[in-house]
């Protein structure tokens, strides 16, 4: 049934997508790259003009773009960690046979589908220094004295919203962990037990062995979109106090909104080429698993 | 006591201490749902209170009503549920196309071309951001709907297509052929063998788009202004235009989350198959 003629369908048939996509990103990354070497600054339109590297020289010499460099590795970094322990741990438990597990697992998914802005704005309240439900919870339980103002002191408000991101990504953890799961066939956990095997030495021989593809895939997919994440972050602080919170992608976002599109663009392309160092081997797994399963 | 009866209370144990943590787990997933819903039925006093309420002593809905009475909230609601649905339309129309021929058809460039939708999807939004508010503005069509349905497009897309060819690819080809001897052309057996199976899939892929255009915040928040502002810009705007007015916030916050939950419970089992399946296999 493989058609050898060259028969002009298939093409017809991706021109759309194809197109719009051309349109919609590879157009506009050439000229987020032909903006990153020119001065361009909306709000002083008359001086729009091509200025080679100078961007390039400004993010070396912009100690806000390094910080916000380090802030986005350890924000990707404690980020994604904590949400694939604890995104492990719920798999497992997730993995067991009991009453209502259906549901159970349903209703567990639901912060990931939670609109960033809205996940932004319920921690915002759980935090908050006055009124807020955290602080209330720990002067309860004897933790703290007096209330905290979590997301207005620089100690605190990284932290905080690393909480927060970590809490958003469980789920797909999760979820990608629980099918992978479903997937170790019964017999070697069988073969383990005759051996004698007892509950550390099966999860690590056999369980963490047959997800290794599964962990893999999902934690680069986790790491692209945590690094890309901007609206969390904006709606719990909008990178202040004192850029604590600033990570690049929202160092970026403020740039944009402040209308310097042209140095915008420029760090906008230095997080891609940090990026690629996860996209790329995350694609070729891609390639790879789809040869397979042709 | 006897051996067995000793395994048997270990198990016990085991299994209890496996349902805390879950339900610890759970607790802290659930909890700020809670608290925002909790949040939205108090009334301002208790909001302000010294003392936090983990169960209103008055419960009311006025923060609802005013939400719609002095804010008109009807207004950002259509604004997303025009953007969301258009957005969806145009990414199944143009992806359901494209799937199929990757999925059905042995081309050259298939590979190649493949790679392109594959490829977009890690580039960083605020790389797309940025030069997409220069083009819609040179373009003249920033803050109107189209230029966020078309940013939208951008992610939503690729990943349907992806979705949709590993669905297409789990449907026997020997289905159509049988059609296409029995004198049906190919897309006679499109339309009367595929697209009839294929509808469960579509509806989770089309409800997965729909959701993100309903959540979608960074793109929004730039391409929008005042008229045609989506919930997510309202919701933050807000704060500004408000102080800070959390009764009204969180009651805009629960009535966002209701049709995305509702969504996701139904398109829920298909999703997850469709998400899964590359992932496990690679």
């Known amino acids: 049934m493989h058609k050898k003629k060259l028969s002009p369908w298939p093409y017809l048939l991706i021109a759309p997508a194809l197109i719009t996509i051309i349109a919609v990103v590879f157009f506009p990354v050439i000229n987020a790259i032909l903006m990153s070497f020119q001065s361009y600054d909306l709000r002083r339109p008359s001086q729009i003009r091509f200025t080679g590297l100078a961007n390039y020289f400004a993010a070396a010499q912009d100690p806000l773009f390094w910080q916000a460099l380090l802030k986005t590795i350890v924000w990707v970094a404690a980020g994604v960690w904590f949400q694939f322990v604890f995104g492990f ?18 209703i567990s998914l639901i912060p990931w589908v939670t609109p960033g802005v809205l996940i932004g704005l319920m921690w915002r309240w759980i935090f908050d220094g006055n009124y807020g439900v955290l602080n209330d919870l720990l002067v309860r339980l004897g933790l703290i004295r007096q209330n905290v103002p979590f997301l207005a002191q620089q100690s605190t408000a990284f932290p905080s919203v690393i909480l927060t991101i970590i809490w958003q990504g469980i789920p797909f953890f999760a979820l990608m962990l629980l099918a992978g799961l479903q997937g170790i066939p019964e017999e070697l956990y069988d073969a383990a037990d005759v051996d004698g095997a007892n509950a550390f030495q099966r999860f690590f021989m056999i369980t963490v062995p047959s997800l290794k593809n599964t962990i893999f895939v999902t934690t680069l997919l986790r790491i692209i979109w945590v690094a890309n994440s901007v609206d969390v972050i904006f709606n719990l602080t909008e990178g202040g106090p004192a850029y604590s919170t600033q990570t690049l992608s929202v160092y970026v976002f403020n740039k944009g909104n402040a209308l310097n599109l042209g140095y915008a663009s420029t760090m906008a392309i230095l997080l891609a080429l940090v990026l690629s160092m996860v996209a790329i081997p995350y694609l070729k797994t891609l390639f790879k698993a789809q040869e397979e399963s042709k | 006591m006897n051996k067995l009866s000793q395994r048997h209370a270990r198990r016990f144990l085991r299994q209890l201490s496996g349902h805390i943590l879950l339900a610890v787990l759970l607790i802290f997933l659930l909890f700020p749902f809670y608290w925002t819903f909790v949040t939205s039925i108090k009334p301002g006093k208790e909001l302000y209170a010294s003392k936090v309420t ?33 957005t969806t339309v145009l990414s199944l129309a143009v992806s359901l196309l494209a799937a199929y021929a990757f999925s059905r058809y042995r081309f050259k460039g298939r590979k190649f071309f493949m790679t392109i939708f594959l490829t977009n999807n890690m580039f960083p939004t605020v790389l797309l951001l940025i ?5 819609m503005r040179k373009a003249g069509i920033l803050y109107t709907p189209i230029a966020l349905i078309l940013s939208y497009t951008t992610f939503t897309i690729p990943f349907s297509i992806w979705l949709l060819n590993g669905y297409l690819d789990d449907l026997p080809r020997s289905l159509e052929e049988a059609a296409m001897v029995d004198g049906a052309n190919r897309a006679q057996a499109f339309l009367k063998i595929i697209l009839p199976m294929l509808m469960p899939c579509i509806v989770a892929t089309g409800a997965y788009v729909f959701m993100t255009a ?28 408000l102080g800070v007015e959390w009764g009204m916030l969180t009651a805009g916050g629960i009535i966002t989350i209701i049709p995305v939950c509702i969504m996701f419970l139904f398109a829920q089992k298909r999703l997850v198959e469709g998400l899964t399946a590359g992932a496990v296999k690679g």
Not at chain 2, 219 to 225: D, E, P, S
């Open chain 2, 214 to 241: 309903w959540n979608e915040y960074t793109f929004a928040v730039m391409f929008t202004n005042e008229g045609n502002r989506t919930i997510p810009v309202a919701l933050k705007n807000f704060i500004g235009q």
């Open chain 2, 54 to 86: 983990y169960w209103p002593h008055s419960p009311t809905f006025d923060s609802y009503k005013r939400l719609f009475s002095e804010y008109n909230f009807w207004k950002p609601m259509l604004n997303s549920l025009l953007v969301a649905s258009l």
């Open chain 2, 131 to 135: 030069p997409l508010f220069a083009i």
């Open chain 1, 89 to 106: 741990m719920l798999a497992l438990l997730l993995n067991r046979k009991f009453l209502g597990r259906g549901l159970i697992r349903s």
